[in-house]
Structure formats: C-alpha cells, structure tokens
C-alpha cells in the first residue's frame, strides 16, 4: 500500500507597516505645562516670603516704632510726693516706661499743667525714640537707652511746672498737648493730674456737680473764652484722676468723672482710659 503524505501548505505572514503615531496636542505641550508649573510653584514660593517678611518672619527687617504720644504733667501742689499729694513724679516713673511701650511710641512730646498751661514757658524738646538715622538691625538696645532720656525730659518738664506758677489748668496742659507735632494715627496723651482745673479764672472746687444742669454750668464756664483744644483721634490716659491725699470723698469722685466724661468726651471728642490706674 502506497501511502500519500499530503503536506500542508506554508502560510507566510505579511506583516503591515506600523504607522508613524503623530504627537497628539496634549504630548506637544506637556514640557510647556511643566515649565508653567515650575513658574507657579516659585511665584508662590516668592509670595510665602514676602508674607513672611511682612508678618516679621525671618527676611522681614528691624521692628520700627511709629505712634505719636504726649505726657501732661501737673505741676500742682496735689501732686507732691507725700501723703499731702498724690505723688506725680512717683506715677510718672511708674506709669511712663509702659506707657511708652504698649503704645510704641516713636515720638514723645511735653506739656506743662500749670496755673496757664498754654503760656507757660516750660518747654521740653519732643524726643525721637526710634531714629532713623540709627541702622543698628537690633533696636530693643536702643529704645532701651532711648526711653529713659524720654522719662528723664518728662521729669525735667514736671520740676518746671513745679518751679513756675503751679497751678492745675488742665484743660490748658491738654490745649498745649494738642499744639505739637503728629502724624495721622491715634495720639496718646499720658496726662498726669488729679484733673482738680484750678487757674486763675476757674475753680472746679467752687462748681457743685451733682446735677446735670450743675454740670453743664460747670463746662461752659470753664470752656467760655478759651475754647476746647483740638485733639482729633485721640486717647487720653489718665493718672492720678481725683486723688488729693484722700481728701477727695467717693460722692465727689463720681461727679468729678461726670463732670470730665462730659467735657472731654462729649465736648473735646477725644477717648478716655483709666488703664495705667490710679
């Protein structure tokens, strides 16, 4: 028997050219989208410094101080340093250096309360507590040194009112406050008194001040033929407020700070605060 092997035919594969694949839009611009993304990330890089800067972080500059304040001093014999006064050098010394600070005072000038505190020729030049001229990057060393020449000029204002004509016009010592220099911004007047207005021409002492219209008679004498002093966007802090050696009596201390938020509030439009106590 003769047997026939079929073989099966060969199949040879074809195979087809692979097409060139063409860069789509997204693939021709992904180095472009990388390099935006690098200038994003350092845009916002250069941001997070500059905030930091602004909020005192690390590549911000020297803290400057910039507030306006003033200090009145009564040279009154109220405030004598006994049990006689209501001790005026011993609350300035004691009050002004936090004054100066919670307040960050730059500049800080000086009035006078005396028996006519706007002619008085007490005169204390206004000191610069942070200078510009001063580059030194660290500035708590110099306001330091700077802050007890400003308490030794407050000192120095109080030993004239003392020397000449002691009085109490209070309402003169703020006038006088208002006529020095400043910058916008909120001024703060430390003011020094007992805030007993005693001159020549008025005497809170002889004014009852129980009623209203009491008080009302009260303001307008003392504001007739002077004025108010001019003291926009102020805050003044009061020291000694109604303390004469405990002769003061707790009914009088009541109207006297009626009398006063009366003329100083409603009137002058300034602020009042008793936080650096009594």
């Given at each position: 028997?003769?047997?026939?092997?079929?073989?099966?035919?060969?199949?040879?594969?074809?195979?087809?050219?692979?097409?060139?694949?063409?860069?789509?839009?997204?693939?021709?611009?992904?180095?472009?989208?990388?390099?935006?993304?690098?200038?994003?990330?350092?845009?916002?890089?250069?941001?997070?410094?500059?905030?930091?800067?602004?909020?005192?972080?690390?590549?911000?500059?020297?803290?400057?101080?910039?507030?306006?304040?003033?200090?009145?001093?009564?040279?009154?014999?109220?405030?004598?340093?006994?049990?006689?006064?209501?001790?005026?050098?011993?609350?300035?010394?004691?009050?002004?250096?936090?004054?100066?600070?919670?307040?960050?005072?730059?500049?800080?000038?000086?009035?006078?309360?005396?028996?006519?505190?706007?002619?008085?020729?007490?005169?204390?030049?206004?000191?610069?507590?942070?200078?510009?001229?001063?580059?030194?990057?660290?500035?708590?060393?110099?306001?330091?040194?700077?802050?007890?020449?400003?308490?030794?000029?407050?000192?120095?204002?109080?030993?004239?009112?003392?020397?000449?004509?002691?009085?109490?016009?209070?309402?003169?010592?703020?006038?006088?406050?208002?006529?020095?220099?400043?910058?916008?911004?909120?001024?703060?007047?430390?003011?020094?008194?007992?805030?007993?207005?005693?001159?020549?021409?008025?005497?809170?002492?002889?004014?009852?001040?129980?009623?209203?219209?009491?008080?009302?008679?009260?303001?307008?004498?003392?504001?007739?033929?002077?004025?108010?002093?001019?003291?926009?966007?102020?805050?003044?802090?009061?020291?000694?407020f109604a303390m004469r050696g405990g002769k003061t009596n707790p009914e009088r201390v009541e109207q006297m700070q009626q009398f006063w938020q009366q003329l100083l509030e409603k009137e002058v439009k300034v602020d009042v605060d008793d936080g650096y106590g009594a």
């Amino acid at each position: 028997m003769t047997t026939t092997r079929t073989t099966a035919p060969t199949t040879t594969a074809t195979t087809e050219p692979t097409p060139t694949t063409k860069p789509t839009p997204s693939t021709r611009r992904r180095p472009r989208a990388a390099g935006r993304t690098a200038a994003l990330a350092t845009a916002a890089l250069l941001l997070s410094a500059t905030t930091t800067a602004c909020d005192g972080g690390p590549f911000s500059g020297p803290e400057h101080l910039s507030a306006d304040c003033a200090v009145v001093l009564d040279g009154s014999g109220s405030g004598l340093d006994s049990d006689a006064g209501f001790r005026a050098k011993e609350k300035l010394q004691a009050t002004l250096p936090a004054f100066l600070t919670d307040k960050k005072c730059k500049y800080l000038s000086y009035a006078p309360i005396t028996s006519a505190s706007e002619a008085s020729s007490c005169q204390v030049a206004r000191i610069d507590i942070d200078p510009d001229a001063d580059k030194r990057p660290e500035r708590e060393g110099l306001w330091k040194q700077t802050r007890v020449l400003a308490g030794a000029g407050a000192e120095k204002m109080l030993k004239c009112a003392r020397d000449r004509q002691p009085g109490s016009d209070v309402l003169g010592g703020l006038a006088r406050a208002a006529d020095v220099p400043r910058a916008d911004g909120t001024f703060h007047v430390l003011v020094i008194s007992d805030f007993d207005q005693s001159d020549p021409d008025f005497r809170l002492s002889r004014y009852e001040l129980v009623t209203q219209p009491e008080r009302d008679t009260a303001v307008e004498e003392l504001v007739d033929g002077r004025g108010l002093p001019d003291l926009p966007d102020t805050t003044v802090y009061r020291v000694g407020f109604a303390m004469r050696g405990g002769k003061t009596n707790p009914e009088r201390v009541e109207q006297m700070q009626q009398f006063w938020q009366q003329l100083l509030e409603k009137e002058v439009k300034v602020d009042v605060d008793d936080g650096y106590g009594a």
